[in-house]
Nanobody
Framework: QVHLVESGGGLVQPGGSLRLSCAAS????????MSWYRQAPGKEREWVAT????????NYADSVKDRFTISRDNAMNTVYLQMNSLKPEDTAVYYC???????????WGKGTLVTVSS
């Protein structure tokens, strides 16, 4: 059975850091592009970052560029999101997504809550 389980969320003060993890099971994440998305209260889900299958390329939303870093460990079937210099506007539920285009498949985790507040 396919699962994506996010962890590492919590309450952090502005300027602080958190590292999110997304553990995949039931499939080989190395065959999938991995992404992080987030959804703030009252807002639509938005894309945060993506990493290619071999970790050769990463892309970030402008709002998190130079503060967040996406990485992956294919041997551990896990993807990470290192979040630094956190701001209150980063408060959201963060979701992990595994996707591939041939065949077209997408798996989502259930999310982990990040709250940035003093």
């Amino acid at each position: 059975q396919v699962h994506l389980v996010e962890s590492g969320g919590g309450l952090v003060q502005p300027g602080g850091s958190l590292r999110l993890s997304c553990a995949a099971s039931g499939f080989s994440a190395s065959s999938y592009v991995m992404s992080w998305y987030r959804q703030a209260p009252g807002k639509e889900r938005e894309w945060v970052a993506t990493i290619t299958r071999d970790a050769g390329s990463t892309n970030y939303a402008d709002s998190v560029k130079d503060r967040f870093t996406i990485s992956r460990d294919n041997a551990m079937n896990t993807v990470y999101l290192q979040m630094n210099s956190l701001k209150p506007e980063d408060t959201a539920v963060y979701y992990c997504k595994a996707s591939r285009s041939v065949p077209r498949i997408a798996y989502w985790g259930k999310g982990t809550l990040v709250t940035v507040s003093s």
